[in-house]
C-alpha cells in the first residue's frame, strides 16, 4: 500500500472547537464546509455531534452529504440556496439558510414550506461580496418576523480583515453591522476563527469558527493552544547517494555541492502537497528535522537525508504536528486554508483519543 497519508485527530478536533466556543461566548457553528478544509466532512461532524451547537457548510450538496452520513444537528448553508428548485430540501432536511440577495427572496417568496424556517440574513460591512446593505436591516428583519412560514431570524457579517490585528477594518465593520441591527430583537453572528482569537471585542450570540477547528492559527504568531488535528506523512521509498555535481528531478533545480544522501518520498503534488515550494522547506524524518531538495513532483519528492539516521520506510512528515501547516503555506506562498483543502489521493486514517 502506497504510504502518503492524512492522519486525522479528532481528539484534537474536539480541543480546538471547545477552545473557540469557550473564548468566543454563547454558541458556535463548526463550519465544516469544503469537505471539512479537506478532512473529512462527515467524519468531523461525527466527532463533534456530541459538542457542537451545529454545523455551517457552503452549499445544499455539502449539507446533503452530512445528513447521509447521519449528522442531525443544525447545518447552516452559508451561501444559502441558488436556485428556488432546492428549497424542498433544504425544508425537508431542516436545513438553515443564509439570505444575503434580494434574488433568494424573490425564491423563498412563492414557496410554502412544511415547518418554519431559519433564515440568517446577511450584511455587507465592509467586505463587499456578498450581503445586503445595513441600511435595509429593519426593513429586512420586520418582512421576515411578519412571515408565518420564517421561525428564526439570525443577523451575520462578515469580517474580511480580521487576521490582521494593526488593521481597524474588523472595528468599522463592527460599528456598521451594530448599528445596523441596534434595537432589533434577533440574534447576531460576527466572528469566524479569526474574530474569535483575535477581537474578543467583536463577540455576540453565534460564532463561525473554521480553520481554528483544524488547529491553523489565522493570526500571525500563533500561540492560542491550537492542536494541529491533520498530520499529512509518507515514507521513504528509496534511498540514493549523490556524487558532487549530480541533480535531482525535473529541471535539475537542487544540484548536490558534495556526496550527499537523499530520501525518495512517496508524496507529491496530486496528493495535495505544494509544487511551488522551495529547496529548503522543512519536513521531518522520523521526527527530525530535514528539508525538500529538488522539485516536488506528481508522486514523489526528495528530501535530504544528510546526517540522518533514516531508511527505507521511515516516516516523513510534510506537515502536521511537528511541521506546522502555516510554515508550508508561507513557503508555497498560500495560506493554510487552501493547503488542507487539497489533500487528496492520500489516504485518511481517522483516530480518536
Ligand atoms: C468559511 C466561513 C467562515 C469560517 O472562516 P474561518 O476563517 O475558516 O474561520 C465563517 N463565516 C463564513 C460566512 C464563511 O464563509
Not at 12 to 20: C, G, K
Not at 267 to 280: F, I, L, S
Not at 293 to 307: E, K
Request: net charge neutral.
Amino acid at each position: 500500500m502506497r504510504p502518503a497519508r492524512a492522519l486525522i485527530d479528532l481528539a484534537a478536533l474536539r480541543h480546538n472547537y471547545l477552545l473557540a466556543r469557550s473564548r468566543h461566548g454563547g454558541r458556535a457553528l463548526a463550519v465544516v464546509k469544503a469537505n471539512a478544509y479537506g478532512h473529512g466532512a462527515v467524519a468531523c461532524a461525527t466527532a463533534l455531534a456530541d459538542v457542537a451547537d451545529g454545523f455551517a457548510v457552503a452549499c445544499l450538496e455539502e449539507a446533503e452529504i452530512l445528513r447521509a452520513g447521519g449528522v442531525a444537528a443544525p447545518i447552516l448553508l452559508l451561501e444559502g440556496i441558488f436556485e428556488a428548485s432546492e428549497l424542498p430540501r433544504v425544508d425537508a432536511l431542516g436545513l438553515w439558510m443564509v439570505v444575503h440577495d434580494a434574488s433568494q427572496l424573490d425564491m423563498l417568496a412563492g414557496f410554502a414550506p412544511q415547518r418554519p424556517l431559519t433564515v440568517w440574513l446577511k450584511f455587507n460591512t465592509g467586505m463587499n461580496r456578498a450581503g445586503f446593505v445595513p441600511a435595509r436591516a429593519r426593513e429586512l428583519y420586520s418582512a421576515l418576523a411578519a412571515d408565518s412560514r420564517i421561525a428564526t431570524i439570525v443577523m451575520m457579517t462578515h469580517l474580511a480583515r480580521a487576521d490582521e490585528p494593526d488593521s481597524d477594518v474588523s472595528l468599522v465593520q463592527w460599528r456598521r453591522f451594530r448599528e445596523a441591527v441596534a434595537g432589533l430583537p434577533v440574534p447576531c453572528s460576527v466572528c469566524n476563527s479569526a474574530g474569535v482569537l483575535g477581537w474578543p471585542q467583536l463577540r455576540s450570540d453565534w460564532a463561525r469558527p473554521g480553520i481554528m477547528l483544524y488547529g491553523a492559527d489565522p493570526m500571525p504568531g500563533e500561540g492560542h493552544g491550537l492542536r494541529p488535528v491533520m498530520t499529512f506523512d509518507s515514507r521513504i521509498m528509496a534511498i540514493r547517494e549523490l556524487q558532487a555535481g549530480d541533480p535531482v528531478g525535473y529541471g535539475a533545480r537542487f544540484v548536490a555541492a558534495r556526496p550527499q544522501r537523499i530520501g525518495l518520498v512517496a508524496m507529491g503534488y496530486a496528493d495535495g502537497y505544494p509544487r511551488v515550494v522551495p529547496d529548503g522547506t522543512p519536513v521531518t524524518v522520523d521526527g527530525r528535522p530535514s528539508r525538500i531538495v529538488g522539485r516536488v513532483s506528481m508522486d514523489m519528492l526528495t528530501v535530504d537525508l544528510d546526517g540522518i539516521e533514516a531508511g527505507l520506510g521511515s516516516a516523513v512528515e510534510l506537515w502536521g504536528v511537528r511541521v506546522p501547516v502555516n510554515r508550508i503555506a508561507a513557503a508555497a506562498g498560500t495560506i493554510a486554508y487552501e493547503l488542507l483543502c487539497n489533500v487528496k489521493r492520500a489516504r485518511f486514517e481517522y483516530v480518536d483519543d
